[in-house]
């Protein structure tokens, strides 16, 4: 008999663990989540990501070790499948000196190192000569990364999922036992994988408080810029961020940024995205005709995302929790990816599982 399975959530990282799980061919599944792909939510990171692969793990944590096994699959979709919406695409980092210390100068501290560990994963990873730094920049690395249309790829990944035999559903649990009686069979579901990103700062049983929003603001324009870029910092702020990626397919371009910790507004701040639109025009003139400014930029939508940020990093964990009447369900946790959602989903997804394997094994069967 097939065990029975619930992922509860349906962002990046849901449907991620719940494709791998389903292309094993030896579990029923169903996915019960509030959001869905098509959605745009405050409570649903996913849609809002750039997103391409910068990674910001620092070498020797479990992040690098999920950023790291992600490239060869973000790589492998990128050249034989471009139905999901993922392209190779060159990517500049500019590094400043006098951006140690910021915000943003620690989010990106590994991202921006001329050592980084990942210069042998991706492609062309080179170190830029001093004559071709622009003014006010101390260094500046490039290889070849991905971008990813969110808007394609999250549909892409719900249609594999289907295809493998996933079931597919609308559904809010309060406490993440409730989510075993969600199965589509009717019976109860022998495990639950919990994907509910920041949402797991509340869901009973689970309640992180070591969760916290990194809120993100983003203008997506119809703008083609040469290459993806971005730098260590701004001007305007430790927590204000700038970075430029071109999406796949007519995905149109992210101009980013920022990583307002604590922060839970779900509208676009005006100021904010004059500002995010100056800073990239200035780091990217390619971005509109010359001698243009922002009048130049073709505005598709402003939006706001919260990153699943977590004290401790994202949470790949097995856990036996009691519901509210006493049953206990085998839980596998896969939350709190923070800004790096894609980038490390296929590493953290193949931790997730693992323990859904060890746990189904039959002595560890409640
Ligand atoms: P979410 O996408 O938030 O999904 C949570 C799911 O759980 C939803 O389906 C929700 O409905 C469901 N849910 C929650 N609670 C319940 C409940 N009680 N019952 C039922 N369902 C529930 N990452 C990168 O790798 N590269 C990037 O370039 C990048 N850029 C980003 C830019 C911005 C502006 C932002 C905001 C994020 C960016 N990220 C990037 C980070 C990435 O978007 C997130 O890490 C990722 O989307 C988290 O995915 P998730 O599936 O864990 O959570």
Request: with cysteine; glycine share 12%.
């Amino acid at each position: 008999m097939p065990a029975n399975i619930v992922v509860l959530g349906a962002g990046v990282s849901a449907l991620t663990t719940a494709l791998l799980l389903a292309r094993k061919g030896r579990y029923d599944i169903t996915i019960v989540a509030k959001h869905m792909p098509g959605d745009y939510d405050i409570e649903y990171a996913s849609p809002w990501a750039g997103a391409n692969y910068s990674p910001v793990g620092k070498a020797g944590t479990l992040l690098e070790s999920f950023e790291r096994a992600t490239w060869p699959e973000l790589a492998r979709l990128a050249s034989d499948l471009p139905e999901c919406g993922i392209h190779f695409q060159d990517e500049v980092i500019y590094r400043r000196a006098k951006d140690v210390g910021t915000a943003t100068g620690a989010w990106f501290a590994e991202l921006t190192r001329e050592d980084a560990w990942f210069k042998d994963v991706v492609p062309n990873f080179r170190v830029l000569s001093q004559s071709e730094l622009p003014a006010g920049i101390d260094g500046a690395t490039s290889f070849t990364s991905v971008c990813i249309n969110t808007a394609l790829y999250l549909p892409w990944l719900a249609s594999q999922c289907l295809k493998h035999g996933v079931i597919l559903r609308r559904g809010t649990a309060s406490h993440i036992a409730d989510a075993a009686a969600m199965h589509h069979s009717g019976k109860r579901a022998d495990l639950v994988v919990n994907c509910t990103g920041l949402s797991s700062l509340r869901l009973g049983g689970v309640e992180d408080s070591t969760l916290y929003p990194g809120r993100g603001q983003i203008v997506l324009v119809r703008n083609v810029p040469k290459t993806m870029v971005s730098i260590s910092g701004t001007d305007d702020g430790s927590d204000e961020a700038t970075y430029i990626m071109h999406r796949a397919a007519g995905g149109g371009c992210i101009l980013g940024g920022c990583m307002q910790k604590d922060r839970w507004e779900s509208q676009p701040d005006p100021n904010l995205a004059i500002r995010i639109m100056k800073r990239c025009v200035e780091l990217c003139p390619d971005l509109v005709p010359e001698g243009k400014g922002i009048e130049a930029l073709d505005v598709v939508r402003h939006g706001v995302g919260l990153r699943p940020m977590r004290t401790g990093g994202i949470r790949v964990e097995r856990e036996v929790i009691s519901g509210l009447g006493g049953e206990e369900v085998n839980v596998v946790h896969n939350y709190g990816h923070g800004g790096y959602g894609y980038q490390a989903s296929y590493g953290a997804s193949q931790a997730a599982e693992r323990l859904v394997e060890e746990a189904l094994q039959p002595k560890a069967r409640l």
